[in-house]
């Protein structure tokens, strides 16, 4: 960061974001209108009224926010790259274990590199148009292909892995793998893009049982060695618990605990079948949860007996995911904070329990805490990362407006995102992607999508006719 005063004494900036309500996230929750954020570089030097930035500061570019909303970029803390393509591919109605069956025997065995690389691509567009800066993804069959094929150009920042199991749970063993053959490939994830700028490797293992001993605790070492972030699906499904009951005569996390595979490097995903002696231990040990609410609602999970609200009680920072786009199917996190705020409300009979506030914590500063980057991303402050969404409130959804935040939250959607700045650079302007060529990513989908039907084989079930 450089910095230089002009003749007038005020400092000058890159860019500056005048106008408009930001939603800072910041220590205090600040939420100040008729806002100013000056960036220098890649990062954010001031943030606060309007006035008073123009008088400390000049820049010869700037962007007018009036009637608009501003919030740090949110953090989406789970999605899969290799199932973007299997999008609306099977019926609404397969339920959690069924699903998970049907896509990785029908649809995942017929994947080619080429689903991959292209369904990254537009699964990473979708998430950008939404105000999600930040991700983690859970780990896909080509990541190297991916990696090299232009993810790393489009400008959105994320982690990222390699799918890998090597233990049958309920059946299930289709792509197994032996635990060196994981730990060799992972390592070699490691070493070699570790420490890109934009998207970086990490340690991925699916979880859910599907692990031996040795694979978890040797996946968990090498995140440790190389201090980087350790993913899993954990406790979705009732089914997996009782399974490490009757094999470690005790429940996961339980077992994990006595594995030395809990810490603050570790993010679990799903756990919704979670007692308040796992919720304990979880805060012990300071591990990550992500809760992916569009999924897990559309799945039929069962959340009248999850425990986010206690898990958020006891200090464990809970973040948001969308998860795979054949279980969520899309990736908007306004849509998916809105189910977070309002689904225990009524399942708990407890208006009182979550709200937008919190809702909005989680898909900022808590996801940026489940990625280990707290001290970078996840609020409007300054010295963190210039990670900015910028959203138009001059819209009827929108309007009329008393609140910001209750508006973000319960009244709009991801449309509605304007503007995308990441390191300080602006990625989308108007709605549109400037780092690709949006209509050729589109168009390869189409012929993508006629590729999977024909590989697969498959029809998506409905009880209507098609004709
Ligand atoms: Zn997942």
Known sequence: MSSVINPTGKMMVDLMLCGG?????????????DMGIAIIGENIVFVGKKDQMLQEYQSSKSIDCTDKVIIPGFVNAHIHYSHHMSKGMMPDTLGPAVQSRYTHYNISPHLTVDHEVWGSKALLIE?????????LESGSYHPIEVLEGGIEEIGIKGLMG????????????????TTSEILQKQQQLLDKYGKRKN????????????????????????????GVVMTMHESAWNDTVNESRVRNNCRPIEHLERLGVLGSNLVLVHMLYINQTEVKI??????????????GLKLGYAFQFARFPEMLEA???????????????????????????TIYKGLRLDPEIMGAERAIEMATINGAKALGLEHEIGSLEVGKK????????NR????PMYSEIQALVHSATGDSCETVIINGKVIVDNKRVLTVDEDEILRKLRTLEKDMLSRTGLTVASPWKFI
């Open 21 to 33: 309500t930001a939603i800072t996230v910041d220590s205090e929750r600040r939420v100040i209108r």
């Open 127 to 135: 998430m950008l148009r939404g105000g999600t800066t930040t991700f």
């Open 162 to 177: 390699r799918r890998a199991f090597d233990r049958a749970s309920l059946g299930h063993s289709s792509l197994m793998e």
């Open 199 to 226: 998207i970086k490797t990490c340690v991925t293992i699916v979880g859910m049982q599907r692990y031996t001993d040795e694979l978890a605790m040797e996946a968990k070492k090498m995140a440790d060695s190389y």
């Open 282 to 295: 979880l805060a012990k040990h300071n591990t990550k949860v992500v809760t992916c609410p569009s999924t």
């Open 315 to 341: 200090g464990i920072p809970v973040a948001l995911g969308s998860d795979s786009s054949d279980c969520s199917n899309y990736h908007d996190m306004i849509r998916i904070l809105n189910l977070e705020a």
């Open 386 to 393: 210039a990670d900015i969404a910028i959203f138009e409130t």
């Open 396 to 399: 009827f959804e929108w309007r």
